[in-house]
């Protein structure tokens, strides 16, 4: 899969789909988490939920990351019970 680049500012959306990304460079600033924009950096993976709004913002100059958009029923059979908080979440834990 080839990394997504982003150099300016992208506008506030959602996603169809259940999305987990992954930062490959670069920083982004996340907006749409409850608080304060988080910082993303390379090797952090990120679960956006379907319909969720949010904005990736480049932090800082370009960055690069991949993202898979999945059937969330089909992710949700694969996480084990004890695990499913992340999904409804949408955010994984630190």
Known sequence: MAPNTAAAPQAIGTHERFSVGIIDSGSTLFSGAVGD?????????????????????????????????????????LVPDDHSELLAAGLAAE
């Open 37 to 77: 924009p988080v910082r993303l950096v390379p090797g952090d993976v990120i679960l956006i939920p379907a319909g969720f709004v949010h904005a990736c913002n480049p932090d800082g100059g370009r960055w690069e990351y991949r993202m898979i958009h999945a059937d969330e029923a089909w992710l949700a059979a």
